[in-house]
């Protein structure tokens, strides 16, 4: 009978389908394991294919490969090393020994090597536990209940994605005859979501009286930011280990059979996690340096308008990229508000270059008048007699777009959108076309103004860019003083109603007792109707809030239902 158990629990960021990539990390965190002496490695789920992995994990050729994939990691094992928990979509009811497969059949799987062999497999048995134990857009298929599986002489239950979310699995694995349980999840960033990880995890413990070690994915994917933050419970839940948050990271447990037969673990590593603002600054981060890195991109461009958001976005590239691989553009549109905040484009000017100089990035310059000067010429025969006003600066506010788009694809990076949630979601942003990531797109305008003031008085954790100020006081002050358009109330009273009434579908009774005003709802709810077609071109961005689906509400384009109230 064994009597001590080194587990580590291998925090890692995948990219989604990269499975050569993927197995190489795994391989080098199970080698880093083994020179700490553990017995047993455990990565995330989705941990060798990556996730969301969407309609990837249908397609046969690609779970194929993830079958071969593993079998040439089984066979690493047999060299007297640590076993290894892996986590993989896997076909049908495949188990070692009694093969037999219905194709039809997807599982979030957690599979065993160990001794050159794939020594078991567990599927995830409760596939819709919300954001606990991972997303939801790879639809799995839910598996039976498990039974532990047996790791140098200890019986192990294992509690995959979802699973951790109720006291069911855990219950059927302790009337098993598990010792020990370990999670294996792929859950993404939320406010708060760490902590509540940590709390499901204590009462998964105090229900069983079993210890438990639980490992999350990191990295940023799509829409996802997975956050990391792994952790380790011994009886009674008390924390014993954990992982930082938005950072690949090895944490080794060291457990010991007590005289009861019970398993329990002495203090080790604890890193607190990040909370507030903090926290969502470190997922923008995360989220932007993934979509750059994972898409080959050898850096990014942000479109500077001398305004608050577009110095967050730039303050938030630098930090995940470093200044070097920053480009800003300055590419003001004559006559437009971002040329009018000091009175002057001179003075918008003199913004931009301060947020550069302040965060070591480079500035081009782009004049645009000859181009907007050819553009309403060559148009002016058809605007004659009509008010062109409003189709001249869309067309403006395009063709700034495009001069963007085009430069940032010259120099093969990836274009930065600077909107803002409120913004998109009031169809109120600035042209969009030819951006490739939107890092505000779930950021409210009272968080950007929060966020702005945080870093200025922070450096993050495992940042490239400066210490201290890297937004203009005045930008801020600009920002505070700054008007709603007309008919719309003040930006914490927007960011309000529209959580009431796009995240929590509130009905016009409930906003107004929550005092927003008929006609400020009714206001508000057209803009969003009439700005859904310009939501579906926009490009992606991370979910950093708690709303469960990945994208904004979707609603009817050129639908007739806008009279809310």
Same mark, same amino acid.
Request: charged share 20%; glycine share 12%; aromatic share 2%.
């Given at each position: 009978m064994t009597d001590r158990l080194s587990i580590a629990l291998a925090q890692i960021n995948p990219a989604a389908g990269n499975l050569a990539a993927n197995a190489d990390r795994l391989r080098a965190a199970r080698a880093e394991a083994a020179a700490r002496g553990a017995d047993l490695v455990?990565?995330?789920?989705?941990?060798?294919?990556? $996730?969301?992995l969407l309609d990837l994990a249908a397609l046969p050729a690609f779970l194929d490969a993830v079958e071969a994939t593993v079998q040439a990691l089984a066979e690493d094992t047999a060299d007297g090393g640590p076993a290894l928990l892996v986590g993989v979509p896997w076909r049908g009811d495949? %188990?070692?020994?009694?093969?037999?497969?219905?194709?039809?059949?997807?599982h979030n799987a957690a599979l065993l090597l160990d001794g050159g062999t794939i020594a078991a497999v567990r599927f995830q048995a409760v596939t819709d536990s919300g954001e606990i134990g991972g997303p939801e857009e790879d639809r799995f298929d839910s598996g039976p209940m498990p039974g532990p599986v047996n790791v140098r002489g200890v019986r192990i239950g294992l509690l995959v994605g979802g699973d951790l979310a109720t006291g069911d699995v855990a219950e059927t694995l302790v009337e098993s005859g598990a010792e020990l349980l370990v999670a294996m999840l792929a859950s993404p960033f939320a406010p708060g979501r760490a902590d509540e990880r940590v709390q499901v995890g204590v009462a998964r413990v105090v229900e069983s009286g079993l210890p438990l070690a639980v490992v999350n994915l990191i990295g940023g994917q799509d829409e996802r930011v997975f956050d990391g933050g792994s952790f380790a419970l011994a009886p009674g839940g008390r924390l014993v280990a954990q992982a930082p948050l938005f950072a690949e990271h090895l944490l080794l447990t060291r457990w010991e059979r007590g005289d009861d037969d019970g398993w329990d673990s002495?203090?080790?590593?604890?890193?607190?996690?990040?909370?507030? %603002?903090e926290a969502l600054y470190g997922a923008l981060v995360l989220g932007l340096h993934d979509a750059v890195t994972k898409s080959g991109a050898p850096g990014v461009a942000v479109g500077l308008t001398g305004g608050l958001d577009s110095a967050l976005v730039?303050?938030?590239a630098v930090?995940?990229?470093g200044p070097e691989r920053v480009l800003a553009v300055r590419a003001p549109l004559p006559g437009s508000p971002e040329a009018e905040f000091a009175g002057a484009l001179a003075d918008s000017l003199d913004d931009a270059a301060e947020i550069v100089d302040l965060l070591g990035c480079r500035l081009d310059n782009v004049a645009l008048a000859p181009l907007l000067k050819a553009a309403d010429s060559l148009l002016a025969p058809a605007f004659a007699g009509r008010d062109p006003a409003v189709a001249v600066d869309r067309m403006h506010s395009r063709l700034r777009a495009a001069t963007l788009a085009a430069l940032a694809e010259r120099m093969g990076a990836l274009l930065l959108s600077s909107v803002d949630r409120t913004d998109r979601l009031l169809g109120l942003a600035p042209e969009e076309t030819g951006?490739?990531?939107?890092?505000?797109?779930? %950021?409210?305008?009272? $968080?950007?103004?929060?966020?702005?003031?945080?870093?200025?008085?922070?450096?993050?954790?495992?940042?490239?860019?400066?210490?201290?100020? @890297?937004?203009p006081e005045r930008v *801020?002050?600009?920002?505070?003083?700054?008007?709603?358009?007309?008919? *719309?109330?003040?930006?914490?009273? *927007?960011?309000?109603?529209?959580? $009431?009434?796009?995240?929590?579908?509130?009905?016009?009774?409930? *906003?107004?007792?929550?005092?927003?005003?008929?006609?400020?709802?009714?206001? @508000?709810?057209r803009l969003v109707v009439q700005a859904e077609a310009g939501r579906r071109r926009?490009?992606?961005?991370?979910?950093?809030?708690?709303r469960r689906a990945a994208r904004l509400r979707c609603f009817p384009i050129a639908g007739g239902f806008t009279d809310l109230m």
């Open positions: 455990v990565c995330p789920a989705a941990g060798l294919s990556g $996730a969301p495949s %188990v070692p020994g009694g093969l037999w497969r219905d194709g039809s059949k997807r002495s203090e080790a590593e604890t890193i607190a996690p990040a909370e507030g %603002v730039a303050a938030i930090d995940a990229l951006c490739g990531y939107a890092v505000l797109a779930d %950021v409210p305008k009272t $968080a950007v103004l929060e966020l702005a003031r945080w870093r200025n008085g922070n450096q993050p954790a495992a940042s490239r860019g400066p210490a201290g100020l @890297v937004v *801020l002050t600009r920002r505070m003083k700054a008007e709603t358009p007309a008919g *719309l109330p003040p930006a914490e009273a *927007l960011d309000d109603l529209l959580a $009431a009434l796009v995240d929590e579908g509130m009905a016009p009774a409930g *906003l107004m007792a929550r005092g927003h005003g008929a006609e400020t709802v009714t206001a @508000v709810w926009a490009p992606p961005g991370p979910q950093v809030s708690r």
